[in-house]
């Protein structure tokens, strides 16, 4: 039984890492500042790369307050373990056996109560990998964290659904909070977490939803981290409000500000942005390769660069070149480019002066992915 039980802890930790601390990311982290309302992008404010991600402008703390309380640490989403949680979670052995069948756990958050949010995976009924697309079935429990013991169960079975490094559930789930929202036909039913007393039902939809960490109430609205975009939705009459697309990768946490403005806190580039440029660049540098992009936002317009490579005849790499360019309305304006590993940093800073920009501007755009 020991042995059996060891297993289990080991399938327990590596269970647990499936679900990744985005927050300990090395990838650059941006925060998306938006009118509530109308759903406008007032600012993207981008951290510098790096191991921490606390190192933000000093003109965008001093522009939008709210950042003060970023700038002194990272948030992670609610009751989301840190790693050392989840390393002192592997020591506590789950069920080996529920409901007559043979689990693994996967531990997802802690609730406000002090439980565990656990789904235990059916293992005798998992899928071929070629099927994983179907699914594999399960529970949603709520577990002691001090003894591992199911202490109360979720309504209804799901399948875990894993793809492009996400989780997703059918029926579509999101946790906040003392929150448990599920799809439950074409409403959305909240229930406490803790004690599933009923919260709330939506007429509204789950189903395109990130992660299981992918929906917020804020201020009196629903916000769900979509495949479309942030999407804003009216709890009472399902009404999606406004969709912004400018929203990309993964959302760690939506907050109101004093301000009254919406502060979006996401890793990753804004995709829409980076499909976009990279096109753009595609057309214009046909016969060379774009590689990755990077964005600073100001009060005039958002500014990118991309690194573009090319091959020598020998098959040599020749050296990178920079390309800078500005977003209009709705597309890229290629604005110039330059040689880095040809220029010094004197000839670099000037030539951005030259174009209206400056040294800051430079740093900045060249700060890509470590």
Known sequence: MRIVQRILLLMLLVAAAVVPARAESWWPQWVTVIQPDSGQVVAFLKGDAGQYHNQWWPADVK????????????????????????????K???????????IVGHLLRKTPGGSWLVFLEYKNDRRAPENKFEGVPGKFVLVDAKTGQVKSEMRGEYKLMQADRTETWDPAVSVWQRYFMRQDGADVNARDIDNDEPLFDSPSVLSDVRELDGGWLVGGAMYLNTIQGLKRVNPSSGHTDWIAPQIGGHVIWVSLGKDRLLYVHSVYEPVVY????????????????IGYVTFVPTKDGLYGLTWITSTAPDGTQNPSD????????????WLFDYSPGTM???????LYQRKGLDATMRSRLEAGPP
């Open 344 to 350: 010094s940093s004197e000839q670099m800073n000037d």
């Open 92 to 102: 506590v052995a789950l069920p080996t056996f529920y409901n007559g069948k043979v």
């Open 63 to 90: 522009q939008y307050p709210f950042m003060k309380a970023l700038a002194a640490s990272t948030p992670n989403p609610p009751g989301t373990f840190t790693a050392a949680e989840r390393k002192a979670a592997a």
């Open 274 to 289: 980076t499909k976009e440029l990279t096109k753009a660049a595609s057309t214009r540098y046909s016969d060379r390769k």
């Open 322 to 333: 920079c390309a800078v360019w500005k977003r209009g309305t709705d597309e890229w304006g």
